[in-house]
């Protein structure tokens, strides 16, 4: 996934933060507005395959800098997946949602901004690109919120806890039949279904190449 679609989203939630000792000499309250801020969901690009790493140094940093009580949530969506290996043998596993975004519920202010762009392997904010008046250089991109339904679909399709069955195929591959009315046929692979268990192969069948779906189960890949 290259790009996730954004559109504005409703307050998710009010955060009441801490206000100054008022008993200070020189410090005035702020007033309730000033210190109501709204934290919603953003999404956040990385590098491949360091959305784990990202998460834990994101967790750590946010204490260090003092902005924990800003980013409040640091999220990974993914749902359980069984990876078929060439050998036929099944390994438990989990598949991201979306690989290489991470997903963050903060209060957007300047350092919560800072303390996440300054973190290892992070790429930057999904949001709009502020587009420079001259020049080709890229512009600034503008953190803008997950809405609140784009939110609700990520999460839902995470926690439908549907198995996702992985296998190391692709169309060009080939495999060999091992059971069921095809057994020791040879074909190339032309389709795959991970959400079925299931692909499809050319088989030479009475010296015709004859399209046949197979069950996962059935067949191992050829080197």
């Not at 200070?24 to 507005?33: F, H, I, L, Q, R």
């Not at 596993?93 to 690989?99: G, Y």
């Not at 587009?131 to 399709?157: C, M, N, W, Y």
Request: with cysteine; glycine share 6%.
């Amino acid at each position: 996934m290259s790009e996730l679609e954004l559109t504005p989203q409703e307050p998710s939630e009010v955060l009441e933060l801490p206000a100054p000792n008022d008993g200070e000499e020189g410090t005035k309250a702020p007033t309730p507005a000033a210190r109501t801020t709204v934290a919603r969901w953003y999404a956040i690009q990385v590098a491949s395959s360091c959305e784990k790493k990202v998460k834990a140094t994101l967790e750590q940093r946010a204490v260090t800098l003092g902005v924990s009580n800003r980013i409040l949530e640091i999220e990974i969506p993914q749902t359980p997946a069984v990876k078929l290996k060439k050998d036929g043998s099944r390994q438990s596993t989990e598949e991201k949602v979306f690989p290489g975004y991470v997903l963050v519920r903060m209060v957007l202010d300047e350092d919560t901004m800072m303390a996440v762009r300054s973190t290892p392997n992070v790429i930057n904010f999904v949001g709009a690109e502020d587009r420079r008046a001259t020049g080709k250089a890229r512009g600034h991109i503008k953190p803008r919120p997950l809405s609140r339904q784009e939110v609700d679909r990520i999460f839902k399709r995470a926690a439908e806890k549907k198995t996702l069955v992985k296998v190391d195929l692709a169309e060009g591959d080939q495999i060999l039949v091992t059971s069921g009315p095809f057994k020791d046929f040879q074909g190339e692979v032309i389709e795959v279904s991970g959400e079925r268990s299931k692909l499809k192969a050319l088989l030479s069948i009475f010296g015709r190449e004859t399209p046949v779906e197979l069950e996962f189960s059935q067949i191992n890949k050829q080197n």
